[in-house]
């Protein structure tokens, strides 16, 4: 009895390992109609994934193809209108941030600037001079235009003595012109004395009228000439009175106040013409500059394009089978088609959440490498394949 259970148990086991030989070699058999040369539908070809397995370790690598990017692209352009006087660059040029690229026509602008500066300069003149004290030879030419106003205006007024003695004359002038007219009436001479008494008569009546005339002058002095001479007075009595005391609290306040506004209007000048300037806003490599000189260009107008090359990337589509064995920061080695047997060592950056599905359905994630290297030859645009290292992964 113990015979044929020990019997029974070793048929068992022969059945078992050659049922297992079987699931094995049924596993491993190809497909019906595989050609070792061609990959299956759905297979990746721009995609490989490698394990080797030894009996210590794994070592795994995915490659994918892509082409070299800059950091960023920046389009920088005037923030006002114009025509363009200068471009100061061209394409392929190296430009460092701040460095002025182009410039408008500045003609209007430089006027306006330059007018700005003298208000200021004739404020600050104003201003200053309110601040010194009066010299001695100030205070003597504001007196002697003070004495020499009062003189004006009494030279213009008339005392009671001068029109009494107008009056005076005109009285005589009167006397001798009655006296004439009336010895003509009584005279009884030749035709020559009477001539010559006519003309006596014609001379006192134009003396007459001379004296009435004067004397209508002293009587009515000219108002505005009285009235001028005044005012001659009025001004220089309060330029003495400035001289002697100083400038008022108000005068100093509007001096600071057109000192205020010719500093802000010389500022307003001087942004105009920084505003018809175009800077660069990074630092990088020229790619395009689409105006010239001479094209009349807007706020929206591109000038020219900058690609900014501080950091060079590629980015690699990586299949969503592929996707968890990759983690930021692990290593990368990128090989470019422009540089063959140049290993450009890359660091695995960011790994895209969107996903992007290729015609024949497969999905892939962009991986975003960035280049660890300085090396001028490489350039943006070139092509080629970077092999991220599963080694350093974390997954």
Known sequence: MFRKRIL?????????????????????APPDGFDPGVAPSGFDTNQQTTTI???QTATTSISALGSIEANMTVSPTFVMGGTISEILVQAGQTVQAGQILARLDTTNAQIAYDQARLNLENARINYDTLLEPASEDDLRIARANLASAQAAYSSSTVSEEEIAA????YKQAQDTYNAQ????????????????KEAQIGAASFNMEIA??????????DNGSLWSASLRITQAQLQLKQLEEGPSQSQLDSAIISLTQAQARLQDAQTTLDRMQLVAPVSGVITSVPVKVGDTVTAATTILEIADISQLWI????????????????????????????????????????????????VTYDARISLTTQDERVRIGMTGEAVINLEGSTN
């Not at 029974?8 to 491993?28: E, F, H, N, R």
């Not at 107008?166 to 004359?169: G, V």
């Not at 009435?212 to 002095?221: A, D, K």
């Not at 592929?322 to 470019?336: F, H, R």
Request: aromatic share 2%; no cysteine.
């Open 8 to 28: 029974l148990l070793m048929a068992l086991l022969v059945a078992s390992l050659t049922l297992g030989l079987a699931v094995t070699a049924a596993q491993d």
């Open 53 to 55: 397995v030894t009996a």
């Open 166 to 169: 107008a009056e005076l004359r």
């Open 181 to 196: 007219v009336t010895s003509r009436y009584q005279m009884n001479g030749t035709d020559e004395q009477i001539a010559l």
């Open 212 to 221: 009435r005339l004067q004397l209508e002058s002293v009587q009515q002095p």
């Open 315 to 362: 980015t690699t589509p990586i299949n969503e089978l592929d996707v968890d064995l990759v983690s930021i920061g692990i290593p990368a080695t990128i090989q470019l088609d422009a540089l063959p047997g140049v290993d450009i060592p890359g660091v695995v950056e960011a790994i895209s959440w969107l996903s992007a599905t290729s015609s024949d359905g497969i």
